[in-house]
Nanobody
């Protein structure tokens, strides 16, 4: 019912910034909690950030606190991940996800985008 498409990935130097976008199609986008996850080769998919359906709850992984921000624009059916002070260890495929329940566990999210590659050079 909900389709998600990420964009905004690319190659950036360490210390730089990048903003990822996740455009959603489908009904009642504003009713969904949204999350960002990332996965590097041969590593587990890890939680990055999440925002509740009403924006009242926001949570970040410790590794990105103070550097990343998450926001949503329900009028545009889009969720954003603003990434600042990027580090090489941020390199991964970034995925957005949606679910009726707010959480940080990837397996609990119902809908997923195709992912967008973020590469941070040293």
């Amino acid at each position: 019912q909900v389709q998600l498409v990420e964009s905004g990935g690319g190659l950036v130097q360490a210390g730089g910034s990048l903003r990822l976008s996740c455009a959603a199609s489908g009904r009642t986008f504003s009713s969904y909690n949204m999350g960002w996850f990332r996965q590097a080769p041969a590593k587990e998919r890890e939680f990055v950030a999440a925002i509740s359906w009403n924006g009242g709850m926001i949570h970040f992984a410790d590794s990105v606190k103070g550097r990343f921000t998450i926001s949503r624009d329900d009028a545009k059916n889009t969720v954003y991940l603003q990434m600042n002070s990027l580090k090489p260890e941020d390199t991964a495929v970034y995925y957005c996800a949606a679910d009726r329940v707010f959480g940080v566990i990837a397996s609990r999210y119902q809908y997923w985008g195709q992912g967008t590659q973020v590469t941070v050079s040293s």
